[in-house]
């Protein structure tokens, strides 16, 4: 008995010490707890205080500039304006809209940074023709010298994540595309604290109902969170820690503030690596303009994207993308959003989005990133909102690819083995300044990969010989009219191997000028003159050139047996075109930071690598290529009155096809051929001379008309031969420059006076 009272007599002690024990426990809970919560206060505060997102550099193509006697026709202007994405209609819409009758456009261009100023929205009239521009005004009919429309966006630098994105400041969000986020994604953003309650029992109720998933109850601030702060796994854990955030952050912060971050932070779409965030990129990806040119239709669409970017991508699933987006204008109408008149409407229209995702161009941007690592710290790139000002010429390189694209589908066509087809590349620069134009890596133009203007090295045939030439001048043994000698030759290498070159065509031509040799691209009469200048002679010439490093000396140099890049054979033409100054290549011309101003600009370098009264000689040979010689197919699209030095280039058993040359205004090199190095059966002249001459026709360049320098003078001499004669004594005479005072054989015949009157 006694030690049944002893038992009930220690029940109460049990009791208080479980009591306790549990007490404790739940303190602790609650301590753990709210030290939680504070720390993901802090995480909150601390990541969303002054938020920098990860932004990446903007790079911009050249702004195509406007004045009385530009080449700019009025159809190339309109071109111009739809590549920009500016659309026809009263311009006093506002901002991106123009209207043209005939040859008269009144624009209302919009706001733009430029490299030197930041031009506000600016009304203009600009008066063109089918020649070219005429005039510009201002709405006062005040005359306007120039005008520079606006710089193409064409792609980012991105930073390691691959985000990008433009940010958008409160005041560029419209009250419409405030109204409308809400009313889709969260009807009581502006009543609820982060979490709604209702929001989520109506979600569970509504999925009941259904079976299945169909709605979802978390708030914009939630999906900020998660977006911001979380990721997607699908825990219980991970809801908890969300609700926590998004509440915290609506104590922190104003509802305006969680709002323009949710409008900058929402992933709208992919890009292959590049991930599409925010409504200010979302409208330039897939419009082509500002979120504020946007009409309820396009605003429609990108608001319907929050729900699923993969799922209605409008590009690859166009039919979903209607139909959600019609959706959500009904549900616009039914707030009283918009009108139901205005919604039905915007229903109707097609989606309009850009049939070229970005419409950024993969290998010039590589050429970019490059230039960017070798002309710039990296600490300078790393800061948020850079503007990087390209070089890049739209016109030039939709030329470019419209070309290789035209070209190789020609030529892949005729192919009888359609197992594999044919690869190209183009690269196309200006050759005063060394700016990069255009680069095309390859046949499908708009994708990632393989860069063959930049990466494909490869042999470049007869595109060596005009350095073989230059080396012959230097020694001042050779001119123009100088008699080689074309005949067979068998040489012992090194391994005891026999070396015997033949020409292309397996004829043998005997005594030809040098100038006949050049342009009709005789092997064996360049080597014989080449062995008799010496290969090291030649390999300080490439090297001078531009070649970036000296080339083994094998004979089999002298025809082309090394490997270069199109861009490297870009680099080494450069120096011939500017008469004998190395232009560094470029693509950056300014880099500004995010308050528009400049961190570095590029200054054009120029090299001493040659003397200019040489390499204006070996200039006027190649003029006769492309006159008389290989490359005289250039002459039909062209045409007769722009005088371009070129050369064809062909490796060995007709393996690569290259082209390289330059007019006044452009240098341009082509090659095609296939990755695996088969052979192609094309020629220089049959395979990339044709999309080299389609490319700078449509660019109307202008002839290469350089003064002569001093130390030479134009002579009369019959091409095959090299004799000096006279137009009126050979149907065969052509002009080429030589040495001032030059002694020349005359051909028999021809009187002194007629000589001397063609010399005038």
């Known amino acids: 008995m006694s030690k049944l009272k002893s038992g009930w007599n220690k029940l109460p002690s049990l009791s208080l010490r479980v009591a306790l024990i549990v007490g404790s426990l739940i303190a602790l809970l609650v301590l753990a707890f709210s030290i939680w919560v504070v720390y993901l206060d802090q995480v909150v505060t601390n990541e969303f205080k002054g938020r920098l997102w990860s932004v990446p550099a903007r790079v911009y193509a050249s702004p195509l500039e406007l004045y009385a006697g530009a080449t700019t026709t009025a159809d190339d202007l309109e071109e111009e304006l739809h590549r920009l994405h500016y659309q026809s209609g009263d311009p006093s819409t506002g901002p991106g809209y123009y209207r043209r009758k005939n040859g008269d456009f009144d624009l209302n261009a919009r706001r733009a940074q430029f490299v030197d100023e930041l031009r506000p929205v600016t009304r203009i009239q600009i008066h063109a023709s089918s020649e070219g521009i005429i005039g510009l005004s201002a709405p006062n009919s005040i005359e306007v010298p120039l005008f520079r429309l606006d710089p193409l966006m064409v792609g980012s630098v991105f930073p390691v994540h691959g985000e990008d994105r433009i940010v958008l ?191 950024y161009f993969p290998a010039y941007m590589d050429l970019v990133r490059r230039h960017l690592k070798r002309d710039y710290a990296e600490a300078d790139l790393s800061a948020a909102g850079l503007s990087i000002y390209t070089t890049l010429d739209p016109r030039a390189q939709a030329s470019a690819e419209r070309s290789l694209s035209h070209g190789l589908a020609r030529l892949n066509a005729a192919r009888h083995d359609k197992s594999e087809l044919l690869e190209g590349a183009v690269v196309v620069a200006e050759p005063q300044s060394g700016d990069v134009l255009a680069v095309v890596g390859g046949r499908e133009v708009g994708r990632e990969g393989f860069n063959r203007a930049l990466d494909a090295k490869r042999p470049i045939g007869s595109l060596v010989k005009p350095a073989v030439y230059l080396s012959a001048l230097e020694t001042g043994r050779y001119t123009a009219a100088s008699v080689l000698l074309d005949a067979p030759l068998e040489l012992k290498l090194g391994d005891g191997t026999i070396w015997a070159p033949q020409n292309y065509t397996r004829e043998v031509f005997g005594n030809v000028s040098m100038v006949h040799a050049l342009a009709e691209s005789m092997n064996l009469a360049t080597v014989r003159m080449g062995l008799d200048v010496g290969l090291d002679r030649v390999a300080d010439t490439l090297v001078k050139l531009g070649m970036d490093h000296r080339p083994t000396l094998n004979p089999s140099l002298l025809l082309g047996a090394i490997e270069m890049t199109p861009l490297e054979v870009v680099q080494m033409y450069t120096s011939l075109a500017n008469g004998g100054f190395r232009a560094r290549l470029h693509t950056v011309r300014a880099v500004l930071d995010d308050a528009g101003k400049p961190l570095k600009s590029f200054k054009v370098e120029l090299e001493a690598v040659a003397a200019p009264e040489l390499v204006y000689q070996v200039d006027r040979m190649m003029a006769q290529v492309t006159q008389r010689g290989t490359g005289r197919g250039v002459v039909s699209k062209l045409g007769p009155h722009i005088v371009a030095p070129a050369k064809t280039g062909t490796s060995q058993d007709t393996r690569d096809s290259w082209f390289a040359g330059f007019t006044g205004s452009h240098i341009a090199v082509v090659w095609v051929g296939f990755d695996d190095n088969r052979i192609t059966g094309l020629t220089g002249a049959l395979g990339a001379l044709p999309i080299w001459a389609d490319t700078l026709s449509s660019l109307r360049p202008t002839s290469w008309e350089p003064a002569p320098p001093q130390e030479v003078e134009e002579r009369w001499i019959e091409f095959s031969t090299g004799l000096v004669t006279a137009p009126a004594c050979s149907a065969d005479a052509v002009q080429v420059a030589v040495p001032r005072g030059a002694t020349l054989p005359v051909r028999p015949g021809c009187p002194a006076a007629l000589i001397r009157s063609a010399s005038e």
């Open 169 to 359: 400041t409160p005041d560029e969000v419209s009250p419409q595309l405030r109204a409308a986020l809400k009313t889709i994604e969260d009807r009581r953003f502006d009543d609820h604290h982060g979490v709604d309650p209702r929001s989520i029992l109506r979600a569970m109720w509504a999925n009941l109902r259904a079976g299945h998933i169909t709605q979802g109850g978390s708030t914009l601030t939630q999906q900020l969170v998660k977006n911001y702060f979380l990721d997607d796994t699908q825990t219980f854990g991970r809801k908890i820690k969300e609700a926590v955030m998004a509440m915290r952050l609506e104590a922190r912060y104003t509802k305006e503030e969680i709002l323009v971050a949710y409008i900058n932070e929402v992933s709208l779409g992919q890009d292959g690596q590049r991930a599409i965030h925010g409504f200010g990129l979302g409208s330039e990806y897939y419009f082509g303009k500002p979120v504020s040119e946007l009409d309820i239709s396009e605003l429609s669409l990108l608001i319907g994207l929050v729900r699923g970017p993969s799922f209605y991508d409008p590009i690859r699933h166009p039919d979903r993308a209607r139909a959600r987006r019609n959706l959500v204008l009904k549900e616009l109408a039914s707030e009283k959003v918009v009108t139901q008149e205005i919604a039905e409407r915007a229903q109707a229209k097609p989606l309009g989005v850009r049939s070229h995702g970005g419409g």
